[in-house]
């Protein structure tokens, strides 16, 4: 193929990525005029597509090292090397490490329910950028994204798993294999809303399977297993433990939003 000189009177015609590269600008620069950039929560006009206010921005509680390794809640101060919460070394989660964005609180908790019930593209974006920027030790460690799969009854009504859309949009933007039928849920839970630490980890417990067929694509495989929230961790839990069975050589879990105050779980 022949090299585009970078001049424009040049003989050679540009390469089509160069046309399209033009092409996107313009249609930008034509959108942009059309729908000016708004906040994805507020609407308050800003400067570009696809993202938050200054405003709304803070309200979103990041989270950030230091972390448990296990768990991925914010520690208070960093000793060096591995740290391990002492809710982790006290009872090991059934997952090899969980990573999430944020806490599950003001902007992040408004923007979780925008992908959530009314799947808007615009948020899906910016979220999928978010969650592979508070995964990346994981997506270095992983082969496969799996979501958390969502109940039938349930799929059906909101007509799409919020957990797939970001599973999805995590693999395209790092190349992960994107594996949405690996696990099933094999029997209907109950929401796990209102229900307290106990309850959850029994609504969800063996609740999920990979299907023998699929087997082969599990075995021997580092999972990267993506949900939207964590609350205590009884799904992801209960996903890890069928995808360890099925022979997973590791499990590492991506949310983004994790539940930091546990104070609000019923016991
Ligand atoms: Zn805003």
Known sequence: MAEWSGNESAEVPPPPDNDAGRFRKAFRALSDI????????????????????????????????????????????????????AAAAADPPPYDRARAVASYAGSMRTLVHALKFHDRHDVRRLLGKWLVEAGRELVADAEIAVPVPLARRRLWTRRFNQAALLAGEGARLTGLRYEPLLLERVRATESQVGLTRGQRHRNVSGAFAVPSRREGSVAGR????????????????????????????????LALALVTDHALIPS
């Open 34 to 85: 059309v729908m000016p950039p708004v906040c994805l929560i507020c609407r308050a006009p800003i400067a570009g597509h696809d993202t938050l206010c200054a405003r709304c921005w803070r309200d979103i509680d990041f989270i950030r090292p230091p972390l448990c390794d296990r768990l991925g809640l914010p520690l208070p101060y960093a000793t060096g090397g591995t740290m391990i919460s």
């Open 222 to 253: 580092k999972i990267l297993l993506v949900d939207d929230v964590i609350t205590t961790g009884s799904t992801v839990g209960a996903c890890a433990r069928a995808l360890r069975h099925a022979g997973a050589a590791r499990v590492d879990v």
